[in-house]
Structures are given as C-alpha cells and as structure tokens.
T-cell receptor, first 109, second 116 residues
C-alpha cells in the first residue's frame, strides 16, 4: 500500500537552531515529491518539487533533499516566521498524489 | 491576483440539508481537485477534474458530488450531509503542463464545515 509518513509530528526550535524534517515514502513508483507550507487557517502553499534521488532545492532558509526512500526539509537558522505546518506529498507512477500528515514547526524567539 | 476562491469559508448545517461549496480559480488551470483535511489523517482527495466535463473519484468520494461545467468553477455538493463529513475542505488547481504538474497545487483558503 502506498504510504507517506512525516516525522516528527511536532517540533519546537529556538530561533537560530537548525533542524530537519523527514518525509519517508513507500509507493509504487515516484514521479515527484512536493513540499508545502501551511499556516493556521490557510490553505497549503507550494514550496518545492523534487523529481529524482540526489536532487536538492533551496529557498531562503529552507533546503529540500531527496533519496530513494525519503526526503528531508532542512531549516537553517530558523526565524519565528518559519513557524507553520510543513506537508510533503508524493505523486505515484499512477498519478495519485498522497499527502503526509505534516510536521508542526514552532520557532520561539 | 492569481487565486483559488472558496465559499463559504465557514458553515454550520444540520444532517440531511443539501449544501454546495463553490470553488473558482482565475488562472485558467485545467486540473482542479477537492480535498478534506482531518487531524492525523492529512489531506485526502475527494474528487478531481482533469478538464471541463471530466471528473473522477479520489480516495474518499462517498457522500459527495462534483461538476465541471466551466473551466474556472468546480463546486462540491453534499446532497445529504452527515456528521462524519464535518471537516476542513480545500479546493485546489494545478498549473498547465501535463499530469506531472498535478503535484504543484494552488489551494484555496479552506471551508470549515460542521454538520450537526
């Protein structure tokens, strides 16, 4: 069964304390892996697409990487405005998009 | 401004009273989709549409209907709502470029529905 699992469920960081969020997947073929940011009361906002193992994408303090079994979202020197829920999603070989349950990130000043 | 607009944003209704959640996008996107988001379950797809007059079931279609008569609109219909349909609903559309781009979605702000 296709599955996408994110860990940890919640993460508290001090401002400036770098860390990583994990998205592991077991799917029947990967066409793409996507990261989203969701603020409270808002719809998810697209961040990155990764297509193949070894690929990396960066945006400000965020860097997404991909291996054959998982993806990491690295957050370098986070600021309070980075607080949000981060979602990953996998597009399978049959074009089915499966979302993980998300990681709630809180960055304290 | 490019956006996906959903209405209503909040709704409290009673079991069995038909309701429609509207969704409209101004980006000329072909692909549109409805999701529900529940704590611990993530986003689950209800229905999707690859283009006008083309719709298909997602993972949790029971109790819902959709239609796609125009490219910009994709309403979600609950013919006889039940309490287990209490949820946060999102409409989304995807930029052109083929099915591989269906993972790069633009989401609406969400519609919080409570069925009593």
């Amino acid at each position: 069964e296709d599955q996408v699992t994110q860990s940890p469920e919640a993460l508290r960081l001090q401002e400036g304390e770098s860390s990583s969020l994990n998205c592991s997947y077991t799917v029947s073929g990967l066409r793409g892996l996507f990261w989203y940011r969701q603020d409270p009361g808002k719809g998810p906002e697209f961040l990155f697409t990764l297509y193949s193992a070894g690929e990396e994408k960066e945006k400000e303090r965020l860097k997404a990487t991909l291996t054959k079994k998982e993806s990491f979202l690295h957050i370098t020197a986070p600021k309070p405005e980075d607080s949000a829920t981060y979602l990953c999603a996998v597009l399978t070989s049959s074009y089915k998009l499966i979302f993980g349950s998300g990681t709630r990130l809180l960055v304290r000043p | 401004e490019a956006q996906v607009t959903q209405n209503p944003r909040y709704l409290i209704t009673v079991t069995g009273k038909k309701l429609t959640v509207t969704c409209s996008q101004n980006m000329n996107h072909e692909y549109m989709s409805w999701y529900r988001q529940d704590p611990g379950l993530g986003l689950r797809q209800i229905y999707y549409s690859m283009n006008v007059e083309v719709t298909d079931k997602g993972d949790v279609p029971e109790g819902y209907k959709v239609s796609r008569k125009e490219k910009r609109n994709f309403p979600l219909i609950l013919e006889s709502p039940s309490p287990n349909q209490t949820s946060l609903y999102f409409c989304a559309s995807s930029r052109p470029g083929g099915t591989v781009n269906t993972g790069e979605l633009f989401f609406g702000e969400g519609s919080r529905l409570t069925v009593l």
